[in-house]
């Protein structure tokens, strides 16, 4: 009896020195792999996100991008390789990163605005996708009237994919817009941003806020931009100079994939704006038309490309054209 006790008593203190050191080493691989991770950060399944591409995460982003605006300093982080649905706006709050790990996808089911960028707000990394074919919307969104100035403050969108899974040509990837009394975008940055399947790639638009007063878009840096199966790569829709105007915005080292959808690769208002970079495959276009565009509104732009002169319709005044052969 008292051999079998023993025994019996050491096969459940066995049992209870293995279930501690599971625990353990589960309590430091996650230890390890939080370490791993940007400092500040609040991940979005700690308000209940799945980010299984089944459940609808859109609340629990939101909440998560909320709780860390109140400080107007931190990161939501998206983890990688996970695919979270939304199905309406997200509003990026001042002060807030939102951060997707390498191949995080935010997908986007529906038709509405996907992000929208407050002041000193910035979007970075991972896979943002159209999953749904009713998406006729922009997919970032930045409204003139945050006053966004980036020499002062810190809002910026890079490394990040923008892609429509459906391929139907709808909505804008990219949506810059003032329109209200001193609503401006100035000395913002985009860095490394791809694009594939809309109607418009980027599309910067002022419009005239009447009484004496103006708007603009001015100033802001386009670097690196990859994009491809667009109707219209790149609009500027505004005038020459005030009260609506889209002026010193530089789009350069870019790469742009033509096909059989092209219809534009630039349609210009706006002064002294300059664009370079390579233009591929000029011999898939279902058209023989122009396909860089400079309107009466334009003045004084700059564009260097890879193109023969006749595919150029140039409206505007004093704008300096360089073909690269």
Known sequence: MN?????????????????????TLVFLL?????????????QVE????????????????????????KSKSGTVWLQSGKEYIITSTLFLKEGVEL?????ARLQIDGDFTAISIEKNASLNGGVIEIINSSFDSEVIY?????????????????D?????????????????????PSHFISFVNFQNISISGFATGVKLLTKDPQKGEYSW?????????????????????????????????????????????TEKVLSIDGSDNKFDGVVWDIQTLSHSEPILFFSDQSYNNTIQF????????????????????
């Open 160 to 180: 990040v994919n923008i892609v429509n899974s459906i391929n139907n040509l709808q909505g804008t990837a990219l949506s810059l817009y003032a329109a209200g």
């Open 217 to 261: 878009i001015n100033g802001n840096r386009f670097q690196n931009f990859s994009m491809e199966n667009c109707s219209n790569f790149i609009v500027l829709d505004g005038h020459e100079s005030v009260p609506n105007e889209s002026s010193g915005n530089l789009f350069t080292n870019m790469q742009i994939q033509l096909n059989e959808n």
């Open 306 to 325: 890879n193109l023969d002169p006749k595919y150029l319709n140039n409206e505007g005044q004093n704008n300096r054209i360089s073909f690269i052969d």
């Open 142 to 158: 930045m409204d003139g009237k945050q006053k966004f100035y980036g020499i002062w403050d810190s809002t910026q969108i890079k």
């Open 46 to 69: 700690s308000n209940g996100a799945k980010g299984n591409g089944v459940a609808d995460d859109t609340v629990a982003i939101q909440e998560t991008i909320d709780q860390v605006s």
């Open 99 to 103: 951060r997707l790990g390498h191949n």
């Open 30 to 42: 996650l230890k390890e792999n939080n370490s791993n991770l940007p400092p500040g950060l609040v």
């Open 3 to 23: 051999v079998w006790f023993d025994r019996s008593r050491l096969s459940r203190l066995l049992m209870v020195i293995i279930a501690l050191l599971a625990c």
